[in-house]
């Protein structure tokens, strides 16, 4: 489902008691994702305005509990918008749990652009609020989806939770091998999180705060924030980060990494000496409120920030640069080494194995191997190799990639069926073009056509191979160069709807995507839409760098770009971000923009 196309779904009448100082708090529900109705909280601005604070609340909590910080910040003059979690508060869901912890992250996403479209505040005039959990669920959607908000503050984040127990994460993912459905129970009592005493009893006696919390969440939580810590030179929004000084429930080593890892050009780390977790309910919570006041009321003076682009590029520019130099320590090297003997001996055992070393391991006939991910080897421990092998997180990524590639080529060409438009198609940069060729095999009236093109002629004659085997008409297949202006020049135009998949990380620097991007631009109509990928982030991006070949028989480096980054090259050439949707490991994100006619609508 889309959620930006859904119809409005009215909010309730005010509550009928306001608490402190009378700010209305009227409550409704949207429609996430999943088309899960989740409910959320409203606290109307006193003046007629467009910006608008989110706030997000703790785990284990629910976002009734931040009324007290709405009204605590005195900005009357922003609206307030908080929701329940799924599986919290008056949300539905097992309580404490969810899909995933990037399902999570998703929602926060939906509920801005629902902020976006019913109470028609820019994403550009929105600053969010989050503490402990809830922060990291803010920091990592800003990492992922790279929103153009205003400005974050991160309480208290629960980047590294403080679990007590010796090896409690390898103990945890043991236990979810056996029990998916496994819960713990938080140890943390109400006197571990605030001095305020009031405070610690309505905790106590919040029958809508649930103790517990799912395994599989914990440990979403923790590879999540490990990601987004180790890689917080991919933010570039202003941040102000709240430490607490006498925190039982988190450590404070993490916080400090990350803060000194952001790019953001306004940022502001501050540690409030004795406060307890949970700080906006702190005995002293008006000094940590002012703080943030503050902070708000600076960044949205201040407009929206100049970022220099160089100095976003440089981030993962240097990454690519260190991993065409040899690794550094003997233990790399040795490592590195073994794994690359073993792959060209024992590893040609398996078929995926051997196809990567033959044609490399980024073309399209291993992409189309990853994507059938039916293991196949010489003799049973050929078969084995070959099943680990595409079990690997980043083929597991790919595979991932590939479903959210599927379910945003078939939303916007309901868009065009919906305007009575056959959807005609382009990918510029295709290998075997399998997926494209498998929506129109299933949806062979709303596709009028589909052009396939490539530079290697392996692959096109592989999609026109299966093409003519199902029977498809109306599809092309062409050689091209996607970074060759000239290749472009008889298709003005043409195409309302263009793809992109898997390119712009094989390439270093940002000019010959550029080229891509304007000849791309070219081709479509207006208001037509481009469909792109992208890679932010990867675990396994040295191991990668160092033992496999690419396309061309030469290592195959890499280079990662942020959101951030590639969002802005695609805006440069007259698109408009529509949505982003993020693979569960965090390794690749699809995203859709739209052609637009004026420039200024961005």
Same mark, same amino acid.
């Given at each position: 489902m889309n959620h930006q196309l859904q119809a409005p779904v009215a909010i309730d009448k005010p509550l009928s008691k306001s608490v402190g100082r009378g700010r209305v708090c009227k409550k409704a529900v949207f429609s996430s994702w999943d088309d899960t109705e989740l409910a959320y909280r409203f606290w109307p601005a006193a003046t007629d305005t467009d910006r608008a604070l989110v706030v997000v609340h703790r785990g284990h909590e629910h976002c009734g509990r931040l009324h007290d910080l709405v009204e605590g910040l005195e900005l009357p003059d922003y609206h307030a918008f908080g929701f329940d979690a799924r599986g919290h508060g008056e949300s539905p869901g097992r309580r404490g749990?969810?899909?995933?912890?990037?399902?999570?992250?998703?929602?926060?996403?939906?509920?801005?652009?629902?902020?976006a479209g019913r109470h028609k505040i820019p994403v550009e005039n929105v600053a969010v609020v989050a503490n402990s959990v809830g922060a990291v669920i803010a920091a990592t959607w800003v990492h992922d989806y790279a929103p153009k908000i205003r400005g974050m503050v991160l309480a208290a984040p629960a980047f590294r939770i403080k679990l007590y127990v010796p090896l409690a994460i390898p103990g945890l993912r043991l236990l979810s091998k056996f029990r998916r459905d496994a819960f713990i129970k938080s140890y943390v009592k109400p006197t571990m999180l605030t001095h305020d005493d009031e405070q610690a009893r309505a905790y106590a006696q919040d029958e809508l705060i649930t103790r517990e919390i799912s395994v599989k969440i914990l440990l979403g939580l923790h590879d999540a924030a490990k990601r987004?810590?180790?890689?917080?030179?991919?933010?570039?929004? *202003?941040?102000?980060?709240?430490?607490?000084?006498?925190?039982?429930?988190? #450590?404070?080593?993490?916080?400090?990494?990350f803060y000194n890892g952001l790019a953001s050009e306004v940022k502001e780390f501050h540690t409030l000496e004795g406060f307890y977790h949970s700080i906006f309910h702190e005995s002293d919570r008006q000094r940590p409120m002012a703080m943030v006041r503050k902070f708000i009321s600076e960044v949205f003076e201040a407009g929206e920030p100049a970022i220099e682009f160089e100095a976003v590029a440089r981030h993962t520019g240097d990454e690519f640069r260190r991993l065409q130099a040899?690794?550094?320590?003997?233990?790399?090297?040795?490592?590195?080494?073994?794994?690359?003997?073993?792959?060209?001996?024992?590893?040609?055992?398996?078929?995926?194995?051997?196809?990567?070393?033959?044609?490399?391991?980024?073309?399209? #006939? %291993?992409?189309?191997?990853v994507y059938e991910n039916r293991p196949r080897g010489s003799t049973p421990l050929g078969k084995a190799i070959d099943r680990g092998y595409l079990e690997a997180i980043g083929w597991k990524g790919i595979r991932a990639r590939k479903v959210n590639l599927s379910a945003l080529l078939n939303e916007a060409i309901d868009r065009l069926?919906?305007?009575?438009? *056959?959807?005609?198609?382009?990918?510029?940069?295709?290998?075997?073009?399998?997926?494209?060729?498998?929506?129109?095999?299933?949806?062979?009236?709303?596709?009028? %056509?589909?052009?396939?093109?490539?530079?290697?002629?392996?692959?096109i004659e592989a999609a026109k191979a299966l093409a003519d085997s199902w029977e498809l008409e109306s599809v092309t297949a062409e050689l091209a160069d996607a970074f060759d202006p000239q290749s472009y020049r008889d298709l003005d135009g043409r195409f309302n709807l263009a793809v992109i998949s898997g390119l712009f990380e094989l390439f270093p620097d940002n000019e010959p995507i550029e080229r891509a991007l304007?000849?791309?631009?070219?081709?479509?109509?207006?208001?037509?839409?481009?469909?792109?990928?992208?890679? *932010?982030?990867?675990?396994?991006?040295?191991?990668i760098a160092r033992t496999l070949v690419n396309r061309e028989g030469e290592p195959w480096i890499m280079r990662r770009r942020s959101q951030w980054e590639m969002d802005r090259l695609v805006e440069a050439h007259g698109f408009k971000k529509i949505e982003t949707r993020v693979g569960p490991y965090g390794i690749f994100t699809v995203s859709v923009a739209r052609k637009i006619a004026n420039r200024t609508e961005r």
């Amino acid at each position: 489902m889309n959620h930006q196309l859904q119809a409005p779904v009215a909010i309730d009448k005010p509550l009928s008691k306001s608490v402190g100082r009378g700010r209305v708090c009227k409550k409704a529900v949207f429609s996430s994702w999943d088309d899960t109705e989740l409910a959320y909280r409203f606290w109307p601005a006193a003046t007629d305005t467009d910006r608008a604070l989110v706030v997000v609340h703790r785990g284990h909590e629910h976002c009734g509990r931040l009324h007290d910080l709405v009204e605590g910040l005195e900005l009357p003059d922003y609206h307030a918008f908080g929701f329940d979690a799924r599986g919290h508060g008056e949300s539905p869901g097992r309580r404490g749990d969810a899909e995933s912890f990037s399902a999570m992250v998703r929602d926060l996403d939906c509920f801005v652009q629902m902020i976006a479209g019913r109470h028609k505040i820019p994403v550009e005039n929105v600053a969010v609020v989050a503490n402990s959990v809830g922060a990291v669920i803010a920091a990592t959607w800003v990492h992922d989806y790279a929103p153009k908000i205003r400005g974050m503050v991160l309480a208290a984040p629960a980047f590294r939770i403080k679990l007590y127990v010796p090896l409690a994460i390898p103990g945890l993912r043991l236990l979810s091998k056996f029990r998916r459905d496994a819960f713990i129970k938080s140890y943390v009592k109400p006197t571990m999180l605030t001095h305020d005493d009031e405070q610690a009893r309505a905790y106590a006696q919040d029958e809508l705060i649930t103790r517990e919390i799912s395994v599989k969440i914990l440990l979403g939580l923790h590879d999540a924030a490990k990601r987004v810590v180790d890689d917080a030179g991919a933010i570039q929004t *202003p941040c102000l980060l709240l430490s607490a000084g006498s925190d039982y429930v988190v #450590q404070s080593s993490d916080q400090r990494k990350f803060y000194n890892g952001l790019a953001s050009e306004v940022k502001e780390f501050h540690t409030l000496e004795g406060f307890y977790h949970s700080i906006f309910h702190e005995s002293d919570r008006q000094r940590p409120m002012a703080m943030v006041r503050k902070f708000i009321s600076e960044v949205f003076e201040a407009g929206e920030p100049a970022i220099e682009f160089e100095a976003v590029a440089r981030h993962t520019g240097d990454e690519f640069r260190r991993l065409q130099a040899p690794a550094v320590s003997l233990a790399d090297r040795l490592s590195f080494g073994l794994q690359t003997v073993s792959m060209r001996t024992l590893g040609r055992l398996s078929e995926g194995i051997r196809l990567g070393l033959k044609t490399g391991f980024d073309s399209g #006939q %291993s992409l189309d191997y990853v994507y059938e991910n039916r293991p196949r080897g010489s003799t049973p421990l050929g078969k084995a190799i070959d099943r680990g092998y595409l079990e690997a997180i980043g083929w597991k990524g790919i595979r991932a990639r590939k479903v959210n590639l599927s379910a945003l080529l078939n939303e916007a060409i309901d868009r065009l069926e919906a305007e009575r438009k *056959p959807a005609r198609i382009i990918d510029v940069a295709a290998g075997v073009g399998r997926y494209l060729l498998e929506v129109k095999r299933s949806r062979a009236e709303a596709v009028e %056509s589909i052009q396939l093109r490539d530079y290697q002629p392996r692959n096109i004659e592989a999609a026109k191979a299966l093409a003519d085997s199902w029977e498809l008409e109306s599809v092309t297949a062409e050689l091209a160069d996607a970074f060759d202006p000239q290749s472009y020049r008889d298709l003005d135009g043409r195409f309302n709807l263009a793809v992109i998949s898997g390119l712009f990380e094989l390439f270093p620097d940002n000019e010959p995507i550029e080229r891509a991007l304007a000849g791309v631009a070219s081709v479509l109509e207006e208001g037509g839409e481009l469909i792109y990928t992208n890679q *932010p982030w990867h675990p396994q991006v040295e191991m990668i760098a160092r033992t496999l070949v690419n396309r061309e028989g030469e290592p195959w480096i890499m280079r990662r770009r942020s959101q951030w980054e590639m969002d802005r090259l695609v805006e440069a050439h007259g698109f408009k971000k529509i949505e982003t949707r993020v693979g569960p490991y965090g390794i690749f994100t699809v995203s859709v923009a739209r052609k637009i006619a004026n420039r200024t609508e961005r």
